[in-house]
């Protein structure tokens, strides 16, 4: 079975810090998508960034980036500068070719302190 | 672009009432739309997937004839609560993706609807 698994449920950071989110993916396919997705207190889920597991470099978001590592079937989100409006429920999703169907984790509640 | 509404945003109904819930694709053609269900400081528990044109395919454990589900449009879907009990309250999302290849496309999210059954 699939599985996608989030390790941290929460954590806090000091605004203008960097943050690192966890998520680790179990799946014996080899052709896959990964996702961050972001859930604010307004609770609307926001597309934080993308991965296709075919491409070697790292996708790159403005101040959000991954250190995907295949081999170690890892997804890592870090945010850099981080700011008060990052607060909010971070979850990692993933989805495999041939199916449109996402498997979430149990998501990261992040707090950027001031 | 790729902005998805729900309506209503808030809904209490009395128990034994249906509620019917829209989900909208308002600049893009959505060809397959999903329906979540969130319970408080919990994941997303995905209940179905609905394609225009054809019958909803419902994840193991939801009940069909409860949650019904209409994907009339490229557009639009429907969920509806029928017979709605105080355990059917929840926050209930959807999400909309463009394409039909399978090949990892992205999920773009409503802003989702509260229901309260009393």
């Known amino acids: 079975a699939q599985t996608v698994t989030q390790s941290q449920p929460e954590m806090s950071v000091q605004e203008a810090e960097t943050v690192t989110l966890s998520c680790t993916y179990d799946?014996?396919?080899?052709?896959?998508?990964l996702f961050w997705y972001k859930q604010p207190p307004s609770r609307q889920m926001i597309l934080v960034i993308r991965?296709?597991?075919?491409?070697?470099q790292n996708a790159t978001e403005n101040r959000f980036s991954v250190n995907f590592q295949k081999a170690a079937k890892s997804f890592s989100l870090k945010i850099s500068d981080s700011q008060l409006g990052d607060t909010a429920m971070y979850f990692c999703?993933?989805?495999?070719?041939?199916?449109?169907?996402?498997?979430f984790g149990t998501g990261t509640r992040l707090k950027v302190l001031a | 672009g790729a902005v998805v509404s729900q309506h209503p945003s808030w809904v209490i109904c009395k128990s034994g009432t249906s509620v019917k819930i829209e989900c909208r694709s308002l600049?893009?053609?959505?060809?397959?739309m999903f329906w979540y269900r969130q319970f408080p400081k919990q994941s997303l528990m995905l209940m179905a997937t609905?394609?225009?044109?054809?019958?909803?395919?419902?994840e193991q454990g939801v009940e069909k004839d409860k949650f019904l589900i209409n994907h009339a449009s490229l557009t639009l879907s429907t969920l509806t609560v029928t017979s709605a009990h105080p355990e059917d309250s929840s926050f209930y999302i959807c999400s909309a993706s463009v394409g039909t290849s399978g090949e990892g496309e992205t999920q773009y999210f409503g802003p989702g609807t509260r229901l309260l059954v009393l």
């Open positions: 991965q296709e597991a075919y491409k070697q």
């Open positions: 799946t014996s396919e080899s052709n896959y998508y």
């Open positions: 609905s394609n225009e044109g054809s019958k909803a395919t419902y």
């Open positions: 999703a993933f989805t495999t070719s041939g199916t449109y169907k996402y498997i």
């Open positions: 600049d893009f053609q959505a060809t397959t």
